[in-house]
Every structure is written in C-alpha cells, then in structure tokens.
C-alpha cells in the first residue's frame, strides 16, 4: 500500500506553513518552490519534463529516492514520488527533508554551485567530498527540526535505526557518507536519542563493536558536525568547515579500503593454508 494523492495533496501545504514557521526568512524561497506527485508509471520521463520546465539538469536512469530536490535556473522543485511512500507520516517528513535541501541549498548558492562544478567536471575535491555529508545531514537535521516530535518512552527503535545507519555507513570495509549522514542527524537533533543521551551521557550507539581507528574518525566528524550546528544558523556553512568534512570523508575512505585489502590478505593466506 501507498499513499494516495488525495490524502498528499493536503501535506504539502501543512509542510509549507511548518517550514516557514520555523524559518521565516525563507518564506518567499519556500513558497514559491513547485512540488510534484509523480507516479511510479513513466516516473524518469515525468520527472526530466519538469527538470526542463525549470532548467535543472535531466537523469539518465530512473530515480531511486523517494523524493528529490530539484535547482533549476528558472525555479526550484521537489519532485515526490507518492506511490513509493507507505503513509502521511513518512510522506510529510520526506517533503519537509526536502524542503530542507531547498533551503540548505540557496543559503549557500555559492559553495553549491562549485561543488557542481566539481561534479560536472569529475574534479576530486575536499569540498565535493564534504558536501556528500553535509547535503543529507543538514537536510535532515533540518527535517527534524521542522518535524519535531516527543522523545518516545521506549528509546530502541530509534538507536536501532542509528545502529543500522552506521552499519550501513562502514560496515563490509565499504564507506557510505549518505547513511553517516542520517547517523549524524539523528545523533545531534532526534528527541529520542536527545534524550537517551542525556540519561546516559558518552553512550557509544552503535560503536562499540568498531575498532579504536574508526572511534577515532567518528570523533572527528562527529566534532566538526557539531561545531556547525551549535552556530545560530547552522545551516549556513562555510568552504573551511566542508573541506574539514571532506578530510573526514577521505579518512573514511581510506580506512575502509586498508581493511578492505587486509580481510582480502587474510582470506588468501588462510585459503593457502589449508
């Protein structure tokens, strides 16, 4: 089951207002950005017609996310695509986390649009590389502070839920900035983390099974992360702070392919031995 666009339709509204609620500055950017149900029927060819419309660059495969933000020289969209979301819950976080690429994005065109550059040149770069973080993680900090909830009393959903993100982020020697980021979102800004967290201060979610190395590098992202947010606009960030993220991003890669290598050594000198 999926949602249905008459029961959508009503949320995109009721997401406009409680973004502009939270960050009135951008009532104009917000209001004025196009939001699009497209259905699962003809979806890559649906979504390149709208990126025409308001000059934003054209996919070659179908899109694999939920809902994407599009920036485009004439406007902005969001782009959902309904019939992959289960319920109004998950439908208006979506769109709100959206929302919040839209203002992520426009406060800091300059630095964007580099690293579009960089992208479009195929040009490694340790701003590009930071920007793989920081995209999703202010996102969705950005979500959560929209969509703000209580704690919920039983707390092992929601560090299960990190568990998994940082699973995914470095586990099987292979580095996903894009799970680190929802790890590091929901470190910083979920309630019921928050909370957790508070009750047992330096709780290791998910981490004590990792090695002292990457404690280490989780230290070091999770310091510059939180650098950032403790600014009043934090979603405003600077070349210097991305390019750290970029170092930390690198330093993850670079572990993860050292132990990539060393299982694969052991796995051929074990297979030798017998």
């Not at 179908?62 to 695509?81: F, M, Q, R, S």
């Not at 019939?83 to 800091?108: K, M, P, R, W």
Request: aromatic fraction near 10%; include cysteine.
């Amino acid at each position: 089951m999926s949602i249905s666009q008459k029961a959508a339709l009503p949320l995109i509204d009721k997401a406009k207002k409680e973004t502009i609620a939270v960050f009135p500055g951008y009532r104009e950017m917000i209001n004025s950005v196009d939001v699009h149900l497209v259905s699962n029927t003809n979806s890559l060819k649906r979504r390149n017609e709208i990126a025409g419309m308001i000059g934003a660059a054209e996919l070659n495969e179908p899109p694999c996310a939920h809902a994407e933000t599009l920036i485009g020289k004439k406007k902005n969209a969001v782009v959902v695509y309904y019939q992959t979301i289960a319920n109004e819950t998950d439908f208006y976080h979506f769109l709100v986390h959206e929302f919040g690429h839209v203002i992520s994005i426009c406060a800091n065109k300059a630095i964007y649009e580099s690293v579009q550059n960089d992208i479009r040149n195929n040009v490694e770069t340790e701003r590009r590389a930071g920007s793989s973080i920081w995209s999703e993680c202010v996102a969705e900090y950005i979500a959560l502070d929209i969509n703000r909830q209580e704690p919920a009393q039983i707390t092992w959903a929601a560090t299960d839920e990190m568990q998994h993100y940082l699973d995914l982020s470095v586990g099987n020697d292979h580095f996903d900035p894009y799970s680190l980021a929802f790890f590091l979102a929901m470190y910083y800004n979920d309630p019921t983390i928050e909370s957790y967290l508070s009750r047992y201060p330096g709780a290791a979610i998910g981490l004590d099974k990792y090695d002292d190395d990457l404690l280490e590098l989780m230290k070091d992202v999770i310091n510059v992360i939180g650098e950032q947010f403790c600014k009043e606009k934090y979603w405003i960030i600077d070349e210097e702070t991305l390019n750290k993220l970029g170092v930390c991003c690198e330093n993850f890669w670079n572990y993860c392919e050292l132990h990539s290598f060393s299982r694969k050594l052991s796995e051929l000198v074990n297979y030798n031995d017998m």
